[in-house]
């Protein structure tokens, strides 16, 4: 090369373009991934010009060369993995085709679970933001807004963010899932009374006189039936000393859904009756087609339901829910020693994990009553005998 003449080096690096001299007006070029170009705009930020797999391009800005090459890294990254470059659909447009296109063929109470978590704590938030949008922080500001209610709520508004932009991220309208990692805020309150004692229930179905009540709180309480099942349950479901599980009555607003499906396939099963049910169902007036209806022998509505459970509640020697009923009948195949493969058949848990949940539960018990039991054999009482070493009667 003469002296004197410029040497220009021919590289795949950003180099200014020689035609402009202007700071403000240098057009920055590669040729790498594509054909790229930078330039300053009036405004002093950069913009940048990315070609993507389609052939389409997309303008990207910042106020320095770095933002610029991070925005367009990005942009790069999502038309790799396959994210709608670009994709301005809104979280409400998502959720309306969410619902619809995944949660159509659920249980009607199931899909007014998700509507109601959607419209009353996550739409006012971030509805009408775009789903590319919605970051990790925008996520926590809407459980922050749930934070004071009750953790079961919680759950069902984190489940329904979680599965919104899951699904999302499937479709390929975004590259992350800005829920990850986000958790519920967890109470410091006492811990609800799952299930009653032995005593407890003896003193439950003295106590109960209503015969549609007793006959509910018995097929909860001997045959460990959800609520939806027994208000389901038919006089033709009984055959001799077993019943079967059929169908279920959910809720639509006040009236039954005609869609009687089960929560799963495991729920359909066959449960044997013991004694003590079999009386109460001996004693109950045949009102309809259902064990326990309205008291015109319709089936059961949401109203006739929670008058039937005042009922109940009115009459109970002791805190009593639904849902404990069934808790108990699950103890009580724990203290039986039931095994837990045959246990979880009679509840119909769809995994066995459910199942051993209660037991390890039940079993952390025992384990702490145990305590009780050494400090009166090391501290010698005369009372303390071998009978009394049993922790839990009847399991082996």
Same mark, same amino acid.
């Given at each position: 090369?003469?002296?004197?003449?410029?040497?220009?080096?021919?590289?795949?690096?950003?180099?200014?373009?020689?035609?402009?001299?202007?700071?403000?007006?240098?057009?920055?070029?590669?040729?790498?991934?594509?054909?790229?170009?930078?330039?300053?705009?009036?405004?002093?930020?950069?913009?940048?010009?990315?070609?993507?797999? #389609?052939?389409?391009?997309?303008?990207?800005?910042?106020?320095?060369?770095?933002?610029?090459?991070?925005?367009?890294? !990005?942009?790069?990254?999502?038309?790799?993995?396959?994210?709608?470059?670009?994709?301005?659909?809104?979280?409400?447009?998502?959720?309306?085709?969410?619902?619809?296109?995944?949660?159509?063929?659920?249980?009607?109470?199931?899909?007014?679970?998700?509507?109601?978590?959607?419209?009353?704590?996550?739409?006012?938030?971030?509805?009408?933001?775009?789903?590319?949008? *919605?970051?990790?922080?925008?996520?926590?500001?809407?459980?922050?807004?749930?934070?004071?209610?009750?953790?079961?709520?919680?759950?069902?508004?984190?489940?329904?963010?979680?599965?919104?932009?899951?699904?999302?991220?499937?479709?390929?309208?975004?590259?992350?899932?800005?829920?990850?990692? *986000?958790?519920?805020?967890?109470?410091?309150?006492?811990?609800?009374?799952?299930?009653?004692?032995?005593?407890?229930?003896?003193?439950?179905?003295?106590? *109960?006189?209503?015969?549609?009540?007793?006959?509910?709180?018995?097929?909860?309480?001997?045959?460990?039936?959800?609520?939806?099942?027994? /208000?389901?349950?038919?006089?033709? #479901?009984?055959?001799?000393?077993?019943?079967? *599980?059929?169908?279920?009555?959910?809720?639509?607003?006040?009236?039954?859904?005609? !869609?009687?499906?089960?929560?799963?396939?495991?729920?359909?099963?066959?449960?044997?009756?013991?004694?003590? /049910?079999?009386?109460?169902?001996?004693?109950?007036?045949?009102?309809?087609?259902?064990?326990?209806?309205?008291?015109?022998?319709?089936?059961?509505?949401?109203?006739?339901?929670? =008058?039937?459970?005042?009922?109940?509640? =009115?009459?109970?020697?002791?805190?009593?829910?639904?849902?404990?009923?069934?808790?108990?009948?699950?103890?009580?195949?724990?203290?039986?020693?039931?095994?837990?493969?045959?246990?979880?058949? /009679?509840?119909?848990?769809?995994?066995?994990?459910?199942?051993?949940?209660?037991?390890?539960?039940?079993?952390?018990? #025992?384990?702490?009553?145990?305590?009780?039991?050494?400090?009166?054999? /090391?501290?010698?009482?005369?009372?303390?005998?071998?009978?009394?070493?049993? !922790?839990?009667?009847?399991?082996?």
């Amino acid at each position: 090369m003469r002296p004197g003449r410029a040497h220009h080096h021919i590289s795949n690096d950003i180099v200014p373009h020689p035609a402009l001299k202007s700071k403000r007006e240098r057009i920055f070029s590669c040729r790498k991934d594509g054909f790229y170009f930078m330039k300053k705009r009036k405004d002093g930020r950069y913009q940048k010009k990315v070609t993507l797999s #389609d052939g389409r391009q997309r303008m990207v800005y910042g106020r320095t060369i770095a933002e610029v090459n991070q925005a367009a890294d !990005v942009l790069r990254d999502q038309d790799r993995q396959g994210v709608a470059v670009g994709d301005t659909t809104t979280v409400d447009e998502w959720a309306k085709l969410w619902i619809k296109t995944y949660k159509s063929d659920l249980r009607a109470g199931t899909i007014t679970m998700y509507r109601n978590a959607y419209n009353n704590h996550i739409l006012a938030g971030i509805g009408v933001m775009s789903l590319q949008e *919605v970051k990790p922080i925008h996520i926590r500001s809407v459980m922050q807004g749930v934070a004071g209610k009750s953790e079961s709520l919680q759950r069902q508004v984190l489940q329904t963010l979680r599965q919104l932009f899951s699904t999302a991220q499937q479709n390929g309208l975004v590259s992350r899932d800005p829920t990850a990692g *986000v958790k519920i805020t967890p109470h410091a309150r006492p811990k609800k009374k799952e299930y009653l004692t032995l005593d407890e229930q003896q003193a439950l179905m003295a106590a *109960v006189t209503d015969p549609r009540a007793r006959c509910f709180v018995g097929l909860c309480l001997y045959c460990g039936l959800r609520r939806e099942e027994a /208000l389901g349950l038919q006089w033709g #479901d009984i055959q001799g000393d077993k019943l079967t *599980v059929n169908r279920a009555i959910t809720f639509l607003g006040n009236q039954p859904d005609p !869609v009687q499906e089960l929560k799963t396939k495991s729920s359909h099963r066959v449960i044997p009756i013991p004694q003590p /049910l079999q009386v109460i169902l001996n004693e109950v007036p045949r009102l309809g087609l259902h064990l326990v209806p309205c008291a015109d022998g319709r089936p059961m509505t949401q109203i006739a339901f929670k =008058r039937l459970w005042d009922k109940v509640v =009115r009459e109970a020697p002791c805190e009593v829910r639904p849902h404990m009923l069934r808790h108990s009948y699950a103890t009580n195949l724990y203290r039986a020693g039931i095994d837990l493969k045959t246990a979880q058949y /009679l509840l119909g848990h769809s995994t066995i994990q459910m199942t051993a949940n209660i037991y390890t539960h039940m079993e952390k018990e #025992d384990a702490a009553a145990s305590v009780v039991q050494l400090e009166k054999y /090391l501290s010698g009482e005369p009372d303390f005998s071998k009978s009394s070493q049993k !922790v839990v009667s009847g399991r082996k």
